[in-house]
């Protein structure tokens, strides 16, 4: 089984307590989870913005195109801009697997950042029987979805 584990090094065991401690080192500890918080923040601003149900601001998904079958992702754009106009009801019906991501994202966001600050690290510890699990969920999601009766997935 494969597990995500992450080591101290030398530089981090001798550093002074004072200096870890400081609002500098939190900062700097804090960077990495920070800039991709504002990564995404800037990617719903933008999905927010701009209408994914206006056609023409965006592609259109080519699986859907090519052959009339709803991929896992169709519908998270116009999920995503329900989340952001606080529309819950209308985002877990344009794709409710992307609104558990961007939950789960949150909670794992939110721990990293906290372990981050207090000069941790996150460790996942996931296997091989998680990604199996994941994909599985995802799989049935999509097989579910174009199904006569999972008309209700539809985005």
Do not use: K, Q
Request: glycine share 14%.
């Amino acid at each position: 089984m494969h597990r995500v584990t992450v080591e101290t090094t030398d530089s981090e065991a001798t550093a002074p307590a004072a200096a870890t401690g400081t609002a500098t080192g939190t900062l700097r500890r804090l960077a990495v989870p920070l800039g991709i918080l504002g990564g995404v923040a800037a990617a719903f601003a933008y999905v927010g913005t701009v209408d994914p149900n206006e056609p023409g601001h965006y592609p259109v998904c080519p699986l859907l195109r090519i052959t009339g079958i709803f991929c896992p992702g169709c519908g998270g754009l116009r999920s995503a801009h329900a989340i952001v106009h606080g529309d819950l009801g209308t985002a877990l019906g344009a794709n409710a697997l992307a609104v558990a991501g961007y939950a789960l994202f949150a909670v794992l966001w939110t721990v990293w950042a906290l372990r981050s600050a207090r000069g941790g690290r996150l460790s996942l510890g996931l296997g091989r029987v998680h990604m199996w699990v994941l994909g599985v969920v995802v799989l049935a999601f999509t097989v579910v979805r174009n199904l006569p009766f999972g008309g209700f997935l539809h985005p």
